[in-house]
């Protein structure tokens, strides 16, 4: 049986007040809400929050700061993201440790968010959108750019909090944009620190913070000064996302939710893929837009897959994840831990057989222990459903035509992976697999020079690489000649 850590220890937090950052200033507002602490489901703190009108001042003073960032030279605007960078690495004993308190992650976890907030920000100010000049053989000199929008909104969700949110600030500024981020309202800490200290790099305006309730979002997504949108959660969001932001037009960039599969083929060393299969189900608790969600094995190895998966997981322990011995998390806030807890009931109500898991302790806080499912039906609802939390389907495969069916059967389309010795096989699965990233005996692999974007309903638009950061500019044409 999976661990369950019933101790829950306790750190100060880096601070102690959380404000808005509004044009260069730190603004604390007369409301406030509070954050608990997941593993606990005790209050960590309280912080600022807007209102309609907070959010029209954030961008007012995007737009009006805009107009002077956008001539700013970009070795300039490239080197404030260094600066950025060094801010975080100075402080990041500190912001891991607030990570986990607000989120939930081991301090492991926290650790790889937080070097890649920093690595992310290093590495796109290196970043540049070349220009092409080119003559059309009739006397006209033509020129190719890329200009910066405007004000681009940044709505980010709470799995992971700081470093999406600089998938989207890093990018934005070196193109020349001014933004507003909106943090979820489950984890605003790390990014309202984030932006308080930014402004020690970057002129009033450039980057502006307001936490608050779900109803900021839809005043940046309608709001007309605002050019681009960049969200990430889920689909049914992201629908309505798009919807607001056709109110004027604006660029958008979707990144939502999945139903990744995994296939693994007959040839593999099953201990060693069980067990990176098992990270590739339930790094960060499940609560992974990328994670495995459904994970079929050949039927050659199914019972030792399984044998070899059951007896992995059963050595995992979920907890506070400032515990040291904690490999997992809690849920992160209560609204999905019930969606997750009301999945692994439906499933036992509809008889299935669990290899690990299934019960749900009833101690405080959001810890729910990984839980595998033997076989289910395809129509099972923790199939067809992400769960977004550590429970995760086992299916059996005979055929390759088959798997790759199954597979495919989902209106989502972000990621898979295949597992195999056999290369040439692994290869000739993968482009048939319907996703923006396939990897081939490895997951989770991101680097900020690797585009990456869902096809289907998996999200619209692109995030990283020169690819990313052309998302968040205009191209521009310029034709010239002689007068």
């Keep these: 049986m999976t ?3 019933e101790s829950f220890p306790t750190l100060l937090l880096p601070k102690t007040q959380f404000p808005l950052s509004i044009d260069g200033k730190l603004v604390s507002t007369v409301g406030t809400s509070h954050v608990l602490n997941p593993a606990t489901e005790q209050v960590l703190t309280s912080h600022s929050v807007g209102d309609v009108d907070t959010m029209r001042e954030a961008v007012a003073a995007a737009r009006s700061a ?3 960032w956008r001539h700013v030279p970009g070795e300039e605007r490239r080197a404030c993201l260094s600066q950025l960078a060094d801010l975080i690495e100075n402080n990041k004993t500190a912001f891991m440790n607030l990570l986990t308190l607000e989120q939930g992650k081991p301090l492991k976890g926290a650790e790889w968010e937080i070097g890649g907030c920093v690595h992310w920000l290093r590495e796109v100010a290196n970043q540049t959108l070349p220009e092409s000049h080119r ?9 190719t750019r890329h200009v910066p929008l405007g004000v681009v909104a940044a709505i980010t969700p709470w799995n992971f909090p700081l470093l999406l949110a600089i998938w989207k600030i890093a990018p934005a500024l070196a193109a020349g944009n001014t933004i507003v981020v909106k943090p979820s309202p489950f984890t605003p800490l ?9 402004q020690q790099v970057l002129p009033p305006g450039v980057l502006n913070v307001v936490a608050g309730g779900n109803e900021l979002g839809q005043v940046l997504t309608e709001h007309p000064d605002v050019a681009k949108v960049a969200f990430t959660g889920s689909t049914e969001t992201g629908r309505k996302v798009m919807q607001s932001a056709a109110s004027n037009l604006k660029r958008i960039t979707l990144e939502l939710g999945g139903n990744d599969p ?23 608790s499940g609560q992974f837009c990328v994670a495995t969600k459904r994970l079929f094995v050949h039927e050659a190895i199914y019972d030792e897959f399984a044998q070899a998966l059951k007896r992995y997981a059963e050595t995992i322990r979920v907890g506070n994840g400032l515990e040291a011995a904690t490999d997992l998390g809690p849920i992160q806030n209560k609204m999905q831990f019930d969606k997750v807890c009301e999945l692994i009931a439906h499933s036992k109500q509809q008889g299935l057989k669990f290899l690990t898991g299934g019960d749900v302790p009833t101690a405080p806080g959001y810890c729910i222990p990984v839980s595998i499912v033997d076989n289910p039906p395809d129509n099972a609802r923790c ?26 059967d989902t209106p989502f389309g972000l990621a898979g ?3 195999g010795r056999d290369l040439v096989k692994a290869q000739e699965l993968a482009a048939q697999i319907q996703a923006g990233t396939v990897w081939i005996n490895q997951i989770h692999q991101f680097s900020p020079c690797t585009p990456f974007g869902g096809h289907k309903q998996s999200g619209f638009g692109i995030e990283n690489a020169l690819d990313g950061l052309a998302e968040y500019t205009n191209l521009q044409t310029l034709m010239a000649r002689e007068y």
Excluded at 264 to 279: G, I, N, R, S
Excluded at 383 to 403: C, M, Q
């Design 3 to 5: 661990l369950i850590s």
């Design 66 to 68: 805009f107009e002077r």
């Design 135 to 143: 003559q059309d053989g009739q006397g006209s000199v033509i020129v």
């Design 190 to 198: 790390c990014t309202l620190w984030f932006g308080e200290l930014a």
């Design 262 to 284: 995994a296939i693994v083929l007959p040839d593999v060393d099953v201990e060693d893929a069980a067990q990176k299969l098992f990270w590739a189900a339930f790094q960060n």
């Design 383 to 408: 199939v067809t459903e992400e769960a977004f939390g550590p429970l995760l389907p086992l299916l059996k495969y005979s055929e390759y035509d088959e798997v790759i069916r199954r597979a495919n």
């Design 417 to 419: 992976s295949i597992w």
